[in-house]
């Protein structure tokens, strides 16, 4: 099956930082999201975003689906952006996601 | 728009006993729907995929007769963890999406702890 893998594992910013979040992927993909897991467990949607670039506020992201990984860029880093931030993947062959082990982020005030 | 829950939040039970956990689709028609696992500082990990109307289809390495998935309406699909153990202690996550489209929306989880 189709391999996710992200960097970092672990980042700590200070509060008002910047930060730039890796998916690299094994394959060619019809689905990729960008999830932030809040400390309840609830995993928010952040980007659907199988190729090209998407901007929400500070939050943006982009897939270079021809060489097989996704960025997600955090601008201004809150307090509130700490968590798990999880890239997911669907391949071509069927409507799966894999997900990656995650980036847990935090901030510091 | 896009809205998915589940229910229970969280649930504490005895060993032996079976435990339903549900995902609706709230806005929605998701023909469609996964499970997943997540255990502590780890990934999710797909259980199983069902349609509405059919049989599930289960990963390898998940006990379709432990783990009972139910999907008889577009906006409804339950889990049932029969004679829970306390290794099944972990968080349960559904999610839906609609015929045609790949997006994925995920429902809050369920924490199973059981004793």
């Known amino acids: 099956g189709i391999q996710v893998e992200q960097s970092p594992p672990d980042l700590i910013l200070q509060e008002g930082a910047n930060s730039t979040l890796r998916c690299n992927f094994s394959?060619?993909?019809?689905?990729l999201q960008w999830f932030h897991q809040n400390p309840w467990g609830q995993l928010i949607n952040l980007f659907y975003?199988?190729?090209g670039t998407k901007q929400n506020g500070r939050l943006s992201a982009t897939t270079v689906a021809t060489e097989r990984y996704s960025l997600l860029y955090i601008s201004s880093s809150q307090t509130t952006d700490s968590g798990v931030y999880f890239c997911?993947?669907?391949?071509?062959?069927?409507?799966?996601?894999?997900f990656g082990e995650g980036t847990q982020l935090t901030v510091n005030p | 728009g896009a809205v998915v829950s589940q229910h229970p939040s969280r649930v504490i039970c005895k060993s032996g006993t079976s435990v339903k956990i549900e995902c609706r689709s709230l806005?929605?028609?998701?023909?469609?729907m996964f499970w997943y696992r997540q255990f502590p500082k780890k990934s999710l990990m797909l259980m199983a995929t069902?349609?509405?109307?059919?049989?599930?289809?289960?990963e390898q390495g998940v006990e379709k007769d432990k783990f009972l998935i139910n999907h008889a309406s577009l906006t409804l699909s339950t889990l049932t963890v029969t004679s829970a153990h306390p290794e099944d202690s972990s968080f349960y996550i559904c999610?839906?999406?609609?015929?045609?489209?790949?997006?994925?929306?995920f429902g809050p989880g369920t924490r199973l702890t059981v004793l």
């Open positions: 997911a993947v669907g391949g071509t062959s069927g409507s799966r996601l894999t």
């Open positions: 999610s839906a999406r609609v015929a045609g489209y790949n997006e994925q929306f």
């Open positions: 394959d060619s993909v019809n689905n």
């Open positions: 975003i199988p190729s």
């Open positions: 806005d929605f028609q998701a023909t469609t």
């Open positions: 069902s349609n509405e109307g059919s049989k599930a289809t289960y």
